[in-house]
């Protein structure tokens, strides 16, 4: 390309050489977004954050960090704590890079696990179970979606009286009771390890596999991009937006019904209060992660690691014996680091073009 | 198209001549590049093409001297004079060359085509924007105005077309907003209501009560907000977009009525308008712009001669080249029909025909319709009556999707917001309404994606060639590129074209020509869309004009000039211009 570009000047401003190498380098390590390297570059950050992290455990915490088990175990129990949460997050990922939101994460999952855990469908066995608990969640996120693409509800109003909705539903279905599941299949997703590592984890990192997948290497990843990025040209372009949306929704909320499996495998049991504040971490998660709140952008595995940070600072916490409270103002404080680095690089990316635009006229 | 290229020919030894030659050489260096047999054949065309800068092209200031009126049209001091006034942005040079002088107690026609330059001196005046160069001198003393506040303060007001008022504040709300008057900080509302009363009576309703919603008010009371809000600055200088757009007809008498009172307060205004009868009944002086420059400067604007107002918008100061019509009339059967197309309030019982391999070119001016009509066709809108058939089968109304599968293809008005992902890579904006056709069970191919991207940028030369940069970091004419090579994937069988050349410089318009020409030699057929009449003529075989929701005239596009059509696009009144 380089012959062309300097046999024929371009009529009108070119880009800099500068500018050519960066995005050459940005592609270059763009290996597993699969495109355009931007992510990339960002969740390279991420895993830095992360290993601050480890190190102010291995600071402050010496004498557990010289025992290798003791890493190990503490590893998986970071893992198995993101792992519910990370679930949800992968469904909210999309959502999000959509140009949506979906509050209604908790009380989905919320719903899901009491559905499931009724005496009623208990009758059916573990399969009856996982069943409901997948389908109540796929059915809430489908009335999610049609209330916003053919409701033509602010996702924000739609998703929160969702919220409100299906924690009602719960609690009406519960009697407001802590419902006990006798099934010991559902109850040992929990406790089963493969190769020593529990289950939990095998079904996040599943989920988070078939997410990557979905959204860097399917139709309905680039369709998501497209919608969230510029909804009017996508319609512009054929894409039949208000399906998309549906099934932007109903996708969280199949990840929901996965996470009530797990939740209530985890707990034994399930109420109409579990879950609590879901969406909070999910959310906050994919910002931290570099999923763009107004759509268009945003990846997988930064979701992932913004999950893995939160849980490493829950862990950091717990294992230097420090308060719950304490934490949340440190998770409030990350969130808040991570949108303003994130508005730092917008704002020198706008910068450079401004520069660049001044140059060339 | 012959005589066009006579004209440009016949320039030779203008300083264009020697960058011509410079572009044919380099153009001839790409030759040996084996992916582009198109190459050769360019280059012999661009024999008849302009410069590639548009600083070279200037070649009409000595064979069409700015005209000057005899100052004394009106008696009023003077309050603005600009003078070589440029401003100029990526890739455009918006104002290249403005002069104007304003008095007090007149009223002042700007008057130009779209993209003349209008908008931009607006901005200048209003603080929007600072030109490059030039000299503003505003009631005896040179003027930058920081911010749109300092020109408030300073006394310039403008009104746009689009009113920018806050819908849910009151009538006094509106007019003192951002000055409000106050004491120790709580707004004295009693004192804003009086004043506003007070204003309002000056402008001749007393009736709007102040604390009504705007929200509540039809539109010619919201534009009397506006110009109350000018007055609460005691503005010295109210600059007018297009005012009458938005009024229907009775309401105009009464703006101008207002007007006529602001300047017999010594109150200037600029006032904005595409309807040549207003100017004749308002206006004092007219000064006309034409490619950013001052064509004419103060004429009297009752007695300047429609032909010679028409003459200055439009005198040739760019020549486009437009690709060679095919000698024989190459165009196949019908393939779209519309009949009887209607929304309401939009456009009204619109019937066209375009057949395989045939351009058909829509003129009119915004707000005519144009562009709503082809969403409607597109089905980005939904008719309220009529049909579309393509190929002899009804669309389904409504529905993208559907006529996108029957083989349309739509590149719309407003690029950025309606047909690119700027973030994404080029390929995924290219391949955008096709990269489902190159997956295999849902799963996207995007090797294949990029090869025929690829493609398509080397049939389009797309600069850079890159595909796989985001589309933001290309220049204009590269992005429309892209929305135009979108349709060359697939089977498009019709493009519909919005616009396809605004913000796009002269080269890249060229090539987009060509583009659009190539692709009705394959027998696509095209139906374009501009408010620019020149490129509709040039390249349109057969041109439909369009004005206020009607098609008011259909012939090919030999029957027709420029200074006609513009007359029909216009103002009804000037058919003086029709031809015998």
Known sequence: MSDTDTALPAQSPPVDRAETAKADAAARLSWWRGDGGEGAKRNLGLLATLVVLVVIGVLTRPDLYGDPNWVWGNTLTILKLASVVGVVTVGMTFVIIGGGIDLSVGAIVALAGVWSTTLATQSYGAGGMIFSALTVGLAVGVVNGLLVSYGRLVPFIATLAMLVAARGLAAEISDKQTQVSTSSFINGIATTKVLGIPLLVYILVAVVAAGWVLLNRTTFGRRTVAVGGNPEAARLAGINVRRHTVLLYALSGLCCGIAAVMLTAQATSAQAAMANLYELDAIAAAIIGGTLLSGGRGTIVGSLLGVIIFSTITNLFAINNLSAEAQNMVKGGIIVAAVLVQQVQFRSLTQFLARNRATTT | ?580
């Open chain 2, 1 to 580: 198209m012959t005589e066009r290229t006579e004209r440009s020919e016949g320039r030779e030894g203008m300083p264009i001549r020697h960058s011509m030659t410079e572009r044919t050489e380099r153009s001839e260096g790409r030759e040996g590049m084996p992916d582009q047999p198109r190459m050769t054949e360019r280059t012999e065309r661009s024999e008849g093409m302009p410069s590639m800068q548009p600083e070279e092209v200037e070649v009409s200031t000595e064979e069409e001297p700015l005209v000057e009126a005899p100052a004394d049209a009106v008696a009023g001091e003077v309050v603005l004079r600009l003078t070589d006034v440029v401003k100029t942005f990526p890739g455009v040079r918006a104002l290249d060359g403005v002069q104007l002088e304003v008095r007090a107690g007149e009223v002042h026609c700007l008057l130009g085509q779209n993209g003349a330059g209008k908008s931009t001196l607006i901005k200048v005046l209003a603080g929007v924007h600072r030109p490059d160069s030039g000299e503003v001198v505003w009631r005896g003393e040179p003027a930058a105005f920081a911010d749109p506040q300092a020109a408030m303060r300073a006394g310039i007001a403008t009104i746009y077309q689009e009113l920018d008022l806050v819908d849910d504040l009151s009538v006094a709300e509106n007019a003192f907003l951002g000055h409000e008057p106050r004491r120790l900080g709580f707004v004295r509302r009693g004192q804003m209501a009086r004043r506003t009363r007070q204003i309002l009576a000056r402008l001749g309703h007393p009736e709007i009560p102040p604390g009504r919603l705007v929200r509540h008010l039809p539109a010619a009371g919201k534009q009397i907000v506006s110009m109350a809000r000018a007055l609460s600055h005691e503005a010295r200088l109210i600059i007018m977009d297009e005012p009458s757009a938005v009024l229907a007809h009775d309401e105009v008498g009464n703006l101008f009525r207002i007007i006529r009172e602001l300047t017999a307060q010594g109150i200037a205004v600029i006032y904005i308008s595409h309807r040549m009868e207003e100017i004749r009944e308002i206006g004092d002086r007219v000064t006309v712009l034409k490619d950013g420059r001052t064509t004419a400067a103060s004429l009297p604007a009752r007695d300047t001669p429609t032909r010679d107002l028409v003459a200055r918008m439009t005198g040739r100061t760019i020549e486009y080249v437009f690709p060679r019509r095919p000698a024989d009339d190459g165009a196949g059967a019908e393939l779209l029909r519309v009949d009887g197309l209607t929304r309401h309030g939009e456009f009204a019982d619109v019937s066209l025909g375009v057949r395989a391999g045939e351009i058909v070119g829509i003129a009119g001016l915004v707000g005519s319709g144009r562009s709503e009509l082809l969403e409607t066709i597109f089905g980005a809108r939904r008719a309220h009556a009529g049909t579309v058939r393509l190929d002899g089968k009804a669309l389904r109304p409504g529905s993208v999707g559907a006529a996108v599968r029957a083989g349309m293809g739509m590149a719309p008005e407003e690029r950025k917001s309606q047909a690119l992902l700027l973030g994404e890579p080029i390929y995924r904006n290219v391949t955008l309404a096709t990269f489902g056709r190159y997956a295999r069970l849902g799963f996207t191919d995007t090797g294949r994606e990029r090869a025929e991207a690829d493609r398509v940028a080397a049939s389009l030369e797309l600069r850079p060639r890159d595909v796989r940069r985001p589309v933001r970091t290309l220049s204009g004419g590269n992005q429309q590129k892209v929305v135009v090579g979108r349709w060359l994937l697939g089977d498009t069988r019709l493009l519909l074209l919005d616009e396809p050349t605004r913000g796009v410089d002269v080269g890249a318009r060229a090539e987009l020509y060509q583009v659009i020409r190539d692709l009705a030699a394959r027998g696509v057929g095209v139906l374009l869309v501009s408010s620019e009449v020149p490129e509709v003529l040039g390249l349109a075989d057969r041109v439909l004009v369009m004005r206020e929701g009607r098609v008011v005239r259909e012939a090919p596009a030999g029957e027709l000039d420029e200074n006609t059509v513009l007359d029909l696009v216009m103002a009804g009144s000037l058919m003086e211009g029709a031809p015998a």
